[in-house]
């Protein structure tokens, strides 16, 4: 199947946000030490971006979790592939993700972490689709809020290509 990628979020646009976003959580996680949680692969790009404009000190770590195939629909369920490298218990967690669709994903990953008992538990996501939304999960922190299209860039893939695109692009099937 043929497709087209046409500019949705322009790469400045993008960047101009991402700073405004660590500027915010900066000031909210004033005091403490931060722990950025990435889902893999989607959230990498993102999390890297807003990690170097956070101001508080910061530690990393990354999940992989499946819950889309190699189609544009949600499977429903979410499956750990790898699990962290450090416990999350007493520590201020921000989940950082790249997109929020129907809200299984987070809404699956959420309940998990809860039960690690972090200190706090948050959410923070580049794209938000809430006219997709299936479950019901609170979201901190919004890059941008987008209408329902299938986007790439930015982290976001379609069959695993355009991750590297700098920008948020809509994909058109031919
Ligand atoms: P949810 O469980 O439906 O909220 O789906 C979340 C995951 O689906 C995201 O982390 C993405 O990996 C994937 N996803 C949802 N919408 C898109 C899209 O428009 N483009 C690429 N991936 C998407
Ligand atoms: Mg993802």
Do not use: W
């Amino acid at each position: 199947m043929a497709e087209k990628v046409s500019v949705l979020i322009a790469e400045e646009e993008v960047n101009a946000r991402i700073r405004e976003l660590a500027a915010i959580i900066s000031k909210d996680y004033e005091g403490k030490q931060l722990h950025l949680v990435c889902v893999l692969k989607g959230g990498a790009y993102f999390m890297i971006e807003l990690a170097k404009y956070i101001t508080v000190p910061v530690v990393i770590d990354f999940m992989s979790v499946s819950s889309y195939g190699s189609g544009t629909t949600s499977a429903g369920r979410v499956k750990i592939l790898k699990d962290l490298d450090e416990p999350v218990q007493g520590k201020d967690v921000l989940i950082v993700e790249d997109i929020v669709d129907s809200g299984r994903t987070l809404s699956c990953l959420k309940t998990m972490f809860e039960s690690r008992e972090p200190a706090s538990l948050s959410i923070c996501t580049l794209l938000d689709k809430p006219s997709r939304r299936e479950v019901e999960v609170d979201v901190e922190y919004v890059g941008f809020e987008i209408p329902d299209a299938f986007v790439v860039g930015c982290g976001l893939d379609f069959d695993q290509r355009y991750r590297n695109f700098p920008y948020v692009g809509v994909v058109e099937f031919e």
